[in-house]
């Protein structure tokens, strides 16, 4: 297959080794690095010209799926746009179900005999947004019904209905489960009413308890839900409650996040003028990422990811594993974002275009990244930051690079800083390590990633030199 690569000049990365180091101090947890990465993205991606992206495309689609898989269908619709969200595409009007159902349908067909698509199953399904709960019944109906046809869903696939408590009635939970949902995610956030109205979310405390019990009801799927802390006026009573509330719901598991405030938001941009109170400062933000820890152990929770605690063995937390790691993601929906054997494309934001390119019969991709040979290597990485433990032995052998030597000098540093633990080639985070851990992430993926580019050039340098 063809590629194509961005000029980039190379570097050792080792002749700026403090760009890799973490600040030590008596308080790392507070000071390792000067602000929080926030973004988990690709490093140094490489991408096709314009012009051969569909060219591209379609010969990734004539080849078997490699690896594990995920499907991911997007809903770009909110009924309202909480202030910290960067998600937010298009307000929903009840006339828009159907037009965007009957294209979201159409750009699935396109993939209907796909070698991608049908060569393997698919182990998660979910439904993300935007607010995928705000489409009519009748559309979600039937937008299941086009995936069963299409997708080859694994027989014990995790199929996940995200959404708003304020969309959920029982008519369409029941459609839902109909439809083979055996996951509820829900943006919560937090329970309490005054805190969750200042963001530009609706429901109240009793609506939030009364939904989730509905939902609870049925027995039929597990539920967890998102807790966010880091919010303007948010206290650490309010963060307390919030998480005792949710163990208090006896629910599967659920999420304890930390706000990331980007300027082109609503809250950003309030801030930014003055109109609303800073969020939680990093030192803060830390306190309560400490508190939810001690409250979730002693809880008796495990833990599944940095961020993710599990109750019940009901909860399998699959779509969230796979998107971060070496996992292929067959993507539908204007806005969408996904893979295939390590190739990435992005679906078309613009709604209008969207429309017209699913109705004209082109998947509308905006572009594709050509993946390395070690693109794998660096998903492995990513995905094992996020669980808190990374096995630099496991990787060494499976992809035949000297992973140990190459790091030592940056892993020595951040265990003296302690933000790791080393032990025999495995790496664990410490607590400030897990609540740094897309900063080191990050860092760990571009030091290798220099590395072995810089030592092949200096390799070739040599054999021509030879």
Not at 131 to 147: G, H, M, V, W, Y
Not at 358 to 380: H, R
Not at 388 to 417: C, H, M, R, S
């Amino acid at each position: 297959m063809e590629t194509f690569h961005k000029k980039m000049e190379l570097v050792n990365p080792k002749d700026n080794m403090e760009r890799y180091f973490v600040k030590e101090s008596e308080n790392v947890i507070y000071d390792a690095f000067d602000k929080k990465s926030a973004v988990h993205a690709g490093l140094m991606d490489k991408f096709a010209p314009a012009e051969k992206t569909q060219a591209i495309l379609n010969e990734v689609l004539n080849h078997d799926r490699e690896n594990k898989t995920a499907a991911y269908i997007h809903v770009p619709f909110c009924e309202t746009h909480c202030l910290y969200c960067a998600f937010y595409n298009q307000p929903y009007r009840r006339e828009q179900s159907k037009i965007y159902t009957d294209a979201l349908i159409k750009e699935i067909m396109l993939w209907a005999d796909k070698k991608a698509v049908i060569s393997k199953p698919v182990n998660a399904l979910y439904f993300g947004g935007g607010t995928p709960t705000a489409l009519e019944i009748e559309d979600i109906s039937r937008i299941f019904k086009t995936i069963h046809k299409v997708i080859p869903l694994a027989n014990d696939c995790e199929i996940t209905m995200e959404g708003r408590i304020s969309n959920m009635t029982q008519e369409k939970v029941e459609a839902y489960l109909a439809g083979g949902v055996n996951r509820f995610s829900l943006g919560v956030q937090s329970f309490n009413t005054k805190l969750r109205q200042s963001m530009g979310r609706r429901s109240n405390y009793e609506t939030i308890i009364n939904n989730i019990n509905m939902i609870k009801s049925y027995n039929q799927a597990a539920i967890v839900l998102d807790l966010i802390y880091g919010f303007p006026n948010q206290t650490m009573d309010i963060w307390t409650s919030d998480i005792k509330t949710a163990q208090c719901l006896e629910l599967d598991g659920f999420d304890c996040y930390q706000l990331n405030v980007f300027p082109n938001t609503p809250l950003g941009k309030r801030i930014a003028d003055g109109s609303i109170n800073p969020a939680l400062d990093t030192k803060t933000k830390a306190d309560f990422f400490l508190k939810s820890i001690d409250l979730m152990e002693e809880a008796m929770y495990r833990r599944i990811s940095v961020n993710h605690w599990q109750k019940t063995t009901r909860e399998r937390n699959i779509y969230n594993q796979f998107a971060r790691g070496y996992a292929s993601c067959l993507s539908f929906g204007a806005g969408a974002g996904g893979n295939i054997n390590g190739y990435g494309y992005m679906i078309l934001r613009d709604y209008k275009g969207y429309l017209e390119a699913v109705n004209n019969g082109i998947k509308p991709v905006m572009g594709i990244s050509i993946p390395d040979k070690f693109y794998a290597l660096y998903k492995e990485i990513a995905e094992s930051f996020e669980t808190g433990f990374i096995d630099f032995k496991y990787l060494e052998n499976k992809y035949n690079l000297p992973l140990i030597d190459i790091t030592k000098e940056v892993l020595n540093q951040w265990e003296k800083a302690g933000v790791i633990t080393l032990n025999n080639g495995k790496v664990i985070l410490t607590k400030a390590g897990q609540f740094w851990f897309v900063n080191l992430s990050q860092l760990m993926q571009e030091f290798i990633k220099l590395t072995i580019l810089f030592n092949e050039k200096e390799n070739n340098m040599a054999e021509m030199a030879g």
